[in-house]
């Protein structure tokens, strides 16, 4: 084989690897976390999500917390709902009760009732954890909410209330665990002082893979 | 006026309203006066091109329709009560409208746009029906319009995390000749109130799904004629009637008894359609052996009473404080 077919050769099975379409194997998977818009409304955007007391609409929408910095979405707009870390005693109990209508809104305004009969023995301690004060960033990079967030946390966060993402170089944190996404997002300072918990459909979508 | 007596007059004023079964029993577990939960059952939509093919099909969509305008005006009027409308199930035929698997999800556009009150109807953000994926429809989980489509909702008696019953399409009962245990198998799928590793069950139970449907022919029925043993139409409900014998009720206590040592929960009774044989079927060892199985029937095919007289199959079950009653609906 003479040298000027060999580098033919050579270029063209470069050529060929340049262009193929297929990641190399260890080509890092691409993903993210939608908040999305739907069935995750906020407390304080005139939605009627019942108390800790009682689960039958209608009910007075919970008083937002005065400390909370986060401000309600415009009225009238679904949106989802960021609570102000650490959580405050109503913020956990309403996560609570999302949590155990198994991430429906609509299961709490309708009065069905629990679909996650456990949702304290469940969550509980995870929500009193993330009640402690504490700077969350260095907590996940030291691991510990790794009991409860196994898997490496996505900063991928595409939050369709806003505008744009944020380019504050404040990276968020969201975890999918037990079929919900937890979301830690920045606050106005730049810490992780919100946290947004949704109805993971990605972990729907993926037992339906062929 | 009990939210019993509001369904009823509603249904009534649209029907012809008959009892076919009825239970009231404080073992239910199920007592409270604001709570109504009504589940319509096998309804079987096809498009009207496939219906054509089809000595069968869903009986009277007019009617039906009516019938979910109705419950929805009530949900509307019910402020600070519960009305819960369940779909329990193949709402539509996508086995029989599509033969082609990977045509199924498409085909669903076909069968909703044939049928625009009804689906009008039955979509109304006022009534907010839940619907379960039944075997002649499971295709729509691929579909994300019906990702929030069920395999199962709990029942938890009102201002109580632990429920006192559950609803399942029924399919899971059927499938006896298959092993290993199907039921054990899926079990995880049915019953965790959690998603998680289960849902990759999804797959599988699809395959199990198609391997069932296929053993079977639909050609001239599916559940065949309905027996429906005495009916009446007085308002009168006494607090057992016709409860019959089911082929599913000990593997339905069985696996029910196996969920509620798993999760925590405190099933009492199960509401299932699948069979279009609307009947209750009763476990009753004394006190707290106790087992109620709730087959609401179906919506197609025609149905029997004890004296010979046919009528369309058309059955609903509702249930409140304590006592969960079947309706056969005609025109």
């Given at each position: 084989?003479?040298?000027?077919?060999?580098?033919?050769?050579?270029?063209?099975?470069?050529?060929?690897?340049?262009?193929?379409?297929?990641?190399?194997?260890?080509?890092p998977k691409v993903d993210f976390v939608a908040v999305a818009p739907a069935d995750f409304?906020?407390?304080?955007?005139?939605?009627?999500?019942?108390?800790?007391?009682?689960?039958?609409?209608?009910?007075?929408?919970?008083?937002?917390?005065?400390?909370?910095?986060?401000?309600?979405?415009?009225?009238?707009?679904?949106?989802a709902?960021?609570?102000?870390?650490?959580?405050?005693?109503?913020?956990?109990?309403?996560?609570?009760?999302?949590?155990?209508?198994g991430g429906r809104?609509?299961?709490?305004?309708?009065?069905?009732?629990?679909q996650i009969?456990?949702?304290?023995?469940?969550?509980?301690?995870?929500?009193?954890?993330?009640?402690?004060?504490?700077?969350?960033?260095?907590?996940?990079?030291?691991?510990?909410?790794?009991?409860?967030f196994?898997d490496p946390p996505l900063?991928n966060v595409i939050d369709a209330?806003?505008?744009?993402?944020?380019?504050?170089?404040?990276?968020?944190?969201a975890f999918r665990a037990s079929g919900f996404e937890w979301i830690?997002?920045?606050?106005?300072?730049?810490?992780?002082?919100?946290?947004i918990v949704q109805k993971d459909w990605n972990a729907v979508r993926e037992g339906m893979k062929p | 006026?009990?939210?019993?007596?509001?369904?009823?007059?509603?249904?009534?004023?649209?029907?012809?309203?008959?009892?076919?079964?009825?239970?009231?029993?404080?073992?239910?577990?199920?007592?409270?006066?604001?709570?109504?939960?009504?589940?319509?059952?096998?309804?079987?939509?096809?498009?009207?091109?496939?219906?054509?093919?089809?000595?069968?099909?869903?009986?009277?969509?007019?009617?039906?329709?009516?019938?979910?305008?109705?419950?929805?005006?009530?949900?509307?009027?019910?402020?600070?009560?519960?009305?819960?409308?369940?779909?329990?199930?193949?709402?539509?035929?996508l086995?029989?409208?599509?033969?082609?698997a990977s045509a199924r999800v498409d085909?669903a556009s076909?069968?909703?746009?044939?049928?625009?009150?009804?689906?009008?109807?039955?979509?109304?953000?006022?009534?907010?029906?839940r619907f379960l994926l039944?075997?002649?429809d499971i295709d729509l989980a691929w579909w994300p319009n019906f990702a929030a489509w069920e395999r199962r909702?709990?029942?938890?008696?009102?201002?109580?995390?632990?429920?006192?019953?559950?609803?399942?399409?029924?399919?899971?009962?059927?499938?006896?000749?298959?092993?290993?245990?199907?039921?054990?198998?899926f079990?995880v799928y049915f019953?965790s109130p959690l998603f998680g590793a289960a849902d990759h069950d999804l797959n599988d139970v699809k395959t199990?799904v198609n391997?069932?449907?296929?053993?079977?022919?639909?050609?001239?029925?599916?559940?065949?004629?309905?027996?429906?043993?005495?009916?009446?139409?007085?308002?009168?409900?006494?607090?057992?009637?016709?409860?019959?014998?089911?082929?599913?009720?000990?593997?339905?206590?069985?696996?029910?008894?196996?969920?509620?040592?798993?999760?925590?929960?405190?099933?009492?009774?199960?509401?299932?359609?699948?069979?279009?044989?609307?009947?209750?079927?009763?476990?009753?060892?004394?006190?707290?052996?106790?087992?109620?199985?709730?087959?609401?029937?179906?919506?197609?095919?025609?149905?029997?009473?004890?004296?010979?007289?046919?009528?369309?199959?058309?059955?609903?079950?509702?249930?409140?404080?304590?006592?969960?009653?079947?309706?056969?609906?005609?025109?």
């Amino acid at each position: 084989m003479s040298k000027e077919v060999a580098a033919v050769g050579m270029c063209l099975a470069l050529a060929s690897l340049a262009c193929t379409h297929e990641p190399p194997a260890t080509h890092p998977k691409v993903d993210f976390v939608a908040v999305a818009p739907a069935d995750f409304r906020s407390p304080c955007s005139g939605d009627v999500l019942p108390t800790r007391e009682s689960a039958c609409p209608p009910l007075p929408a919970p008083t937002c917390s005065a400390s909370s910095p986060v401000p309600p979405p415009p009225p009238g707009r679904p949106a989802a709902h960021g609570y102000s870390l650490p959580l405050g005693a109503d913020a956990r109990a309403t996560l609570l009760l999302f949590l155990g209508a198994g991430g429906r809104n609509s299961n709490l305004e309708e009065g069905l009732g629990a679909q996650i009969p456990d949702a304290e023995k469940r969550f509980g301690p995870l929500l009193s954890e993330i009640a402690k004060p504490q700077q969350f960033r260095p907590m996940f990079e030291q691991g510990r909410y790794r009991a409860w967030f196994p898997d490496p946390p996505l900063h991928n966060v595409i939050d369709a209330r806003e505008e744009q993402t944020p380019l504050n170089g404040c990276l968020p944190y969201a975890f999918r665990a037990s079929g919900f996404e937890w979301i830690f997002k920045c606050d106005a300072k730049g810490e992780l002082g919100e946290l947004i918990v949704q109805k993971d459909w990605n972990a729907v979508r993926e037992g339906m893979k062929p | 006026m009990t939210l019993h007596d509001d369904v009823y007059l509603e249904l009534s004023s649209v029907a012809t309203v008959r009892l076919v079964a009825s239970l009231r029993d404080s073992r239910l577990n199920f007592g409270s006066p604001d709570d109504v939960r009504i589940f319509l059952p096998d309804m079987h939509i096809v498009s009207n091109r496939t219906r054509a093919k089809y000595s069968y099909g869903t009986n009277d969509m007019d009617l039906l329709a009516d019938v979910l305008v109705r419950l929805a005006g009530l949900k509307a009027r019910s402020q600070g009560r519960t009305v819960g409308i369940f779909q329990v199930g193949d709402f539509l035929d996508l086995w029989r409208e599509e033969p082609v698997a990977s045509a199924r999800v498409d085909a669903a556009s076909r069968i909703v746009m044939d049928h625009p009150r009804l689906m009008n109807a039955i979509f109304s953000p006022t009534l907010k029906a839940r619907f379960l994926l039944g075997n002649h429809d499971i295709d729509l989980a691929w579909w994300p319009n019906f990702a929030a489509w069920e395999r199962r909702y709990y029942l938890p008696p009102r201002g109580s995390s632990q429920a006192s019953g559950v609803v399942v399409h029924g399919d899971m009962f059927d499938w006896v000749e298959l092993t290993p245990d199907p039921i054990n198998q899926f079990f995880v799928y049915f019953f965790s109130p959690l998603f998680g590793a289960a849902d990759h069950d999804l797959n599988d139970v699809k395959t199990v799904v198609n391997r069932q449907n296929s053993a079977a022919s639909f050609t001239n029925q599916i559940g065949g004629t309905a027996q429906l043993g005495d009916v009446f139409g007085s308002p009168g409900v006494p607090d057992r009637h016709n409860l019959g014998t089911h082929s599913f009720l000990n593997k339905a206590r069985d696996t029910a008894r196996a969920a509620n040592r798993a999760y925590q929960l405190n099933l009492r009774f199960m509401v299932i359609g699948h069979t279009h044989h609307a009947r209750i079927a009763l476990h009753d060892g004394g006190g707290d052996d106790f087992f109620a199985l709730i087959d609401c029937g179906g919506w197609l095919e025609d149905a029997t009473d004890a004296n010979g007289v046919h009528y369309k199959n058309q059955t609903l079950a509702v249930l409140s404080e304590n006592d969960v009653r079947i309706y056969l609906l005609s025109h």
